[in-house]
């Protein structure tokens, strides 16, 4: 606001001021940008810290620990890596539900969380494989994924964000078997329910050891650019490097494969993947949480955002 004393001297009366000051006020506010007069409602997107992340890597750990040291589909260690997941979704206000798939003779889940609210039309789902190989406890492959996306689902619920699109989280069952669970869910939706996804998000090694760049999904062929944008820009803002990817070798390619825009990224392939020693100590806990926060703060963006 101008000095509004410099236009009144003193001896002008009381009513006199009252009447000039309604009509500036009335004329800044006119001439101001309706920007400035109504700012968007905006979220800050939360940061976590490694000791909100890596709790989870933990208990998967543990799972693996007591169930033979693998999460792999059909198994005990896969069931309980499930329970643990939708347990800390269900305490947080989520809608979860189990998708039950069959595989190689054996009972698969997928874990799907809604968070209430959203334009049902227009849903952002944000995912990650949730079992191992049997060879081993599947920390990096993909316990750090799926840590991360439970960590940003869990900020939803502690920020009670109220998203223009719906939000969705997916844990998926079987993708070490060829993408069995996530293949699974894309050919149970009907054409209604997958034309309202707008965008999937994937997310597979999020914790490697020497991580030098992040490879963020670029699906420019499903016409997909705001997600790879914000990454880039999160990353870049930040001063970390990133390398272009396709879509292929995760769950993203079950949503490609039907047509469905996605993105993510991925922290690349370690020395231990698909092996006993992809453990606690095969996830650098600082990429970790770079990656969880890289995810937070997309996924804060593009659910301010409807699709146009
Ligand atoms: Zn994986």
Request: net charge negative.
């Amino acid at each position: 606001m101008p000095n509004l004393s410099l236009l009144f001297p003193e001896r002008r009366g009381q009513a006199v001021r009252a009447a000039v000051l309604v009509l500036v006020l009335a004329l800044y506010a006119a001439l101001m940008p309706s920007s400035a007069q109504a700012a968007p409602p905006t979220s800050t997107a939360p940061t976590v810290s490694q000791s909100q992340v890596m709790p989870h890597l933990k208990a998967l750990q543990r799972i693996a620990d007591r169930n033979g040291g693998n999460r792999a589909h059909g198994t005990q260690g896969y069931a309980q890596s499930v329970a643990y997941v939708r347990h800390a979704l269900d305490r947080a206000g989520f809608h979860t539900e189990l998708r039950h798939f069959s595989y190689g003779g054996a009972d698969g889940y997928n874990l799907i969380a809604d968070w209430p609210g959203g334009d049902p039309n227009h849903v952002l789902l944000t995912g990650a494989h949730l079992d191992s190989v049997a060879a081993g406890p599947g920390i990096n492959d993909n316990g750090s994924g799926a840590a991360a996306v439970l960590t940003t689902a869990l900020q939803v619920a502690k920020a009670g964000l109220k998203p223009a699109r719906h939000l969705r989280f997916a844990w998926w069952g079987a993708e070490e078997l060829g993408l069995i669970g996530s293949a699974d869910y894309v050919r149970g939706l009907s054409a209604d329910d997958r034309k309202a996804i707008d965008l999937y998000l994937n997310l597979d090694q999020a914790g490697s050891k020497n991580t030098k760049q992040w490879l963020v999904v670029n699906d420019a062929a499903h016409g997909e650019s705001a997600a790879f944008q914000a990454f880039q820009a999160w990353f870049a803002a930040r001063g970390i490097a990133t390398f272009d990817i396709g879509v292929g070798g995760s769950d993203h390619e079950s949503f490609g494969n039907a047509g469905i825009p996605s993105s993510g990224f991925s922290t690349g392939i370690s020395d231990c993947i698909h092996n006993a020693c992809d453990n606690l100590a095969n996830v650098d806990p600082v990429t970790e949480t770079t990656s969880t926060n890289a995810l937070i703060g997309v996924v804060w963006q593009l659910a301010a955002t409807a699709r146009s």
